[in-house]
Protein backbone atom coordinates (compact mmCIF):
# COMPACT_ATOMS: atom_id res chain seq x y z
CA UNK A 1 0.00 0.00 0.00
CA UNK A 2 0.82 3.77 -1.15
CA UNK A 3 -0.27 6.29 1.24
CA UNK A 4 -0.66 9.74 -0.35
CA UNK A 5 -1.22 12.93 0.02
CA UNK A 6 -4.21 13.00 -3.12
CA UNK A 7 -6.73 11.08 -4.65
CA UNK A 8 -6.31 8.25 -7.09
CA UNK A 9 -9.28 7.52 -9.10
CA UNK A 10 -9.81 4.59 -11.54
CA UNK A 11 -8.99 5.44 -15.38
CA UNK A 12 -6.90 8.08 -13.93
CA UNK A 13 -3.20 8.59 -14.06
CA UNK A 14 -1.20 9.58 -11.52
CA UNK A 15 2.65 10.17 -11.66
CA UNK A 16 5.20 9.24 -8.48
CA UNK A 17 8.49 10.43 -7.77
CA UNK A 18 9.39 7.32 -5.24
CA UNK A 19 12.56 8.32 -3.19
CA UNK A 20 11.77 7.15 0.39
CA UNK A 21 13.80 3.51 0.44
CA UNK A 22 10.70 1.59 1.81
CA UNK A 23 8.46 2.78 -1.31
CA UNK A 24 11.75 2.20 -3.32
CA UNK A 25 11.28 -1.41 -2.25
CA UNK A 26 7.42 -1.46 -2.66
CA UNK A 27 8.16 -0.20 -6.42
CA UNK A 28 10.43 -3.04 -6.69
CA UNK A 29 8.06 -5.76 -5.42
CA UNK A 30 5.32 -4.32 -7.89
CA UNK A 31 7.60 -4.57 -10.83
CA UNK A 32 8.92 -8.25 -10.03
CA UNK A 33 5.19 -8.96 -9.22
CA UNK A 34 2.12 -7.94 -10.87
CA UNK A 35 3.02 -4.63 -11.33
CA UNK A 36 0.47 -3.51 -9.02
CA UNK A 37 -0.38 -1.84 -5.42
CA UNK A 38 -2.41 0.19 -3.26
CA UNK A 39 -2.86 4.13 -3.06
CA UNK A 40 -4.86 5.46 -0.43
CA UNK A 41 -5.88 9.21 0.85
CA UNK A 42 -3.54 10.17 3.85
CA UNK A 43 -6.44 11.55 6.71
CA UNK A 44 -3.67 13.02 9.19
CA UNK A 45 -0.27 13.09 8.99
CA UNK A 46 2.97 13.02 6.25
CA UNK A 47 3.45 10.78 3.13
CA UNK A 48 7.10 10.63 4.24
CA UNK A 49 8.19 8.62 7.73
CA UNK A 50 4.91 6.62 8.62
CA UNK A 51 2.85 7.33 11.50
CA UNK A 52 0.20 8.46 9.54
CA UNK A 53 -3.70 7.71 9.56
CA UNK A 54 -5.28 6.51 6.18
CA UNK A 55 -9.00 6.44 4.60
CA UNK A 56 -9.83 3.02 4.15
CA UNK A 57 -11.25 3.07 0.66
CA UNK A 58 -8.36 3.56 -2.21
CA UNK A 59 -7.80 2.79 -5.43
CA UNK A 60 -5.49 0.01 -7.08
CA UNK A 61 -2.61 1.56 -9.49
CA UNK A 62 -1.31 -0.66 -12.07
CA UNK A 63 2.46 0.97 -12.95
CA UNK A 64 2.64 1.44 -16.84
CA UNK A 65 6.09 3.11 -16.88
CA UNK A 66 8.95 3.08 -14.46
CA UNK A 67 12.73 4.23 -14.74
CA UNK A 68 15.02 3.42 -12.00
CA UNK A 69 17.06 6.65 -11.62
CA UNK A 70 21.26 6.40 -10.58
CA UNK A 71 20.53 7.10 -6.77
CA UNK A 72 18.00 4.05 -6.36
CA UNK A 73 15.00 6.44 -7.27
CA UNK A 74 12.03 5.70 -9.07
CA UNK A 75 9.87 7.83 -11.84
CA UNK A 76 6.67 5.57 -12.18
CA UNK A 77 3.61 6.66 -14.08
CA UNK A 78 0.41 4.49 -12.79
CA UNK A 79 -2.92 4.17 -13.86
CA UNK A 80 -6.06 3.50 -11.38
CA UNK A 81 -8.03 0.69 -12.01
CA UNK A 82 -10.25 -0.77 -9.73
CA UNK A 83 -11.57 0.59 -6.01
CA UNK A 84 -10.78 -1.18 -3.44
CA UNK A 85 -11.72 -1.01 0.46
CA UNK A 86 -9.32 -1.79 3.23
CA UNK A 87 -10.48 -5.06 5.59
CA UNK A 88 -7.72 -4.50 8.23
CA UNK A 89 -4.02 -3.02 7.85
CA UNK A 90 -0.68 -5.13 8.51
CA UNK A 91 2.32 -4.43 9.15
CA UNK A 92 4.28 -1.37 8.01
CA UNK A 93 7.72 -3.36 7.42
CA UNK A 94 9.42 -3.07 4.32
CA UNK A 95 6.38 -1.03 3.63
CA UNK A 96 2.98 -0.71 4.60
CA UNK A 97 0.76 -3.61 3.65
CA UNK A 98 -2.97 -4.35 4.29
CA UNK A 99 -5.73 -6.79 3.25
CA UNK A 100 -8.46 -5.11 0.77
CA UNK A 101 -11.24 -6.42 -1.23
CA UNK A 102 -11.64 -5.09 -4.60
CA UNK A 103 -15.17 -2.71 -4.68
CA UNK A 104 -17.35 -3.24 -7.88
CA UNK A 105 -18.98 -0.99 -9.82
CA UNK A 106 -22.50 -1.09 -9.69
CA UNK A 107 -24.22 -0.77 -13.25
CA UNK A 108 -25.40 3.01 -13.72
CA UNK A 109 -29.13 3.91 -13.08
CA UNK A 110 -31.11 4.55 -16.54
CA UNK A 111 -31.07 8.34 -15.77
CA UNK A 112 -27.33 8.38 -15.07
CA UNK A 113 -26.82 9.60 -18.96
CA UNK A 114 -28.30 13.00 -18.27
CA UNK A 115 -25.85 13.20 -15.19
CA UNK A 116 -22.98 12.79 -17.25
CA UNK A 117 -23.70 15.30 -19.66
CA UNK A 118 -24.30 17.86 -17.00
CA UNK A 119 -20.78 16.78 -15.85
CA UNK A 120 -19.28 17.32 -19.10
CA UNK A 121 -21.06 20.70 -19.58
CA UNK A 122 -19.78 21.54 -16.13
CA UNK A 123 -16.25 21.04 -16.83
CA UNK A 124 -16.34 22.72 -19.95
CA UNK A 125 -18.12 26.03 -18.48
CA UNK A 126 -15.14 25.70 -15.84
CA UNK A 127 -12.25 25.53 -18.33
CA UNK A 128 -13.32 28.22 -20.68
CA UNK A 129 -13.62 30.49 -17.29
CA UNK A 130 -10.28 29.47 -16.42
CA UNK A 131 -8.95 30.06 -20.15
CA UNK A 132 -10.20 33.08 -20.25
CA UNK A 133 -9.21 34.36 -16.93
CA UNK A 134 -5.75 33.59 -17.93
CA UNK A 135 -5.83 34.66 -21.19
CA UNK A 136 -5.47 31.67 -23.11
CA UNK A 137 -7.92 29.36 -25.47
CA UNK A 138 -9.87 26.33 -23.49
CA UNK A 139 -8.85 22.95 -23.83
CA UNK A 140 -11.05 21.40 -27.10
CA UNK A 141 -10.38 17.93 -25.97
CA UNK A 142 -12.21 18.08 -22.56
CA UNK A 143 -14.65 15.02 -23.38
CA UNK A 144 -15.54 12.09 -21.04
CA UNK A 145 -16.00 8.63 -21.56
CA UNK A 146 -20.03 7.89 -22.34
CA UNK A 147 -20.10 5.01 -19.54
CA UNK A 148 -22.04 7.05 -16.49
CA UNK A 149 -19.44 5.02 -14.13
CA UNK A 150 -16.13 5.78 -16.29
CA UNK A 151 -17.36 9.50 -16.63
CA UNK A 152 -18.19 10.30 -12.81
CA UNK A 153 -14.08 8.73 -12.39
CA UNK A 154 -12.73 11.08 -15.24
CA UNK A 155 -14.72 13.75 -14.35
CA UNK A 156 -13.76 13.55 -10.27
CA UNK A 157 -9.95 13.17 -11.44
CA UNK A 158 -10.25 16.82 -13.62
CA UNK A 159 -12.11 18.43 -11.06
CA UNK A 160 -10.23 21.24 -9.20
CA UNK A 161 -11.40 19.70 -5.62
CA UNK A 162 -9.44 19.50 -3.10
CA UNK A 163 -8.46 15.81 -1.32
CA UNK A 164 -11.34 15.32 0.95
CA UNK A 165 -13.74 16.39 -1.45
CA UNK A 166 -12.03 13.77 -3.83
CA UNK A 167 -12.15 11.03 -0.91
CA UNK A 168 -16.06 11.58 -0.50
CA UNK A 169 -16.40 10.83 -4.43
CA UNK A 170 -14.27 8.00 -4.57
CA UNK A 171 -16.08 6.50 -1.50
CA UNK A 172 -19.90 6.67 -3.08
CA UNK A 173 -20.58 3.45 -4.69
CA UNK A 174 -23.33 4.38 -7.04
CA UNK A 175 -22.54 6.05 -10.52
CA UNK A 176 -25.30 8.65 -10.49
CA UNK A 177 -24.76 10.02 -6.86
CA UNK A 178 -21.46 10.21 -7.41
CA UNK A 179 -22.07 11.94 -10.54
CA UNK A 180 -24.83 14.46 -9.46
CA UNK A 181 -22.10 15.19 -6.35
CA UNK A 182 -19.69 16.28 -9.04
CA UNK A 183 -22.05 18.10 -10.82
CA UNK A 184 -23.06 20.30 -7.25
CA UNK A 185 -19.31 21.23 -6.51
CA UNK A 186 -18.47 21.75 -10.05
CA UNK A 187 -21.45 24.29 -10.21
CA UNK A 188 -20.18 25.66 -7.08
CA UNK A 189 -16.83 26.56 -8.57
CA UNK A 190 -18.12 27.70 -11.70
CA UNK A 191 -20.36 30.32 -10.02
CA UNK A 192 -17.28 31.37 -7.61
CA UNK A 193 -15.80 32.14 -10.85
CA UNK A 194 -18.41 33.63 -12.73
CA UNK A 195 -18.50 36.35 -9.60
CA UNK A 196 -14.66 37.22 -9.51
CA UNK A 197 -15.00 37.59 -13.65
CA UNK A 198 -18.25 40.08 -12.97
CA UNK A 199 -16.25 42.11 -10.27
Keep these: MFPLGTVL ?5 LPLHVFEPRYRELAEQALAGTGEFGVVLIERGSEVGGGDTRFDVGTVARI ?5 LPDGRYVLTTVGTHRLRVEEWLGEEPYPQADVVLVEEPPPAPDAGAAR ?6 LRALAELLARANDRPPPDDLTLAPDPGRASFEGAAMAPIGPLDAQRLLEIDNPLTRLERLAHLLAEEVDVLRRLADE
Design 9 to 13: FPHAL
Design 64 to 68: VEAGR
Design 117 to 122: DAVEAR
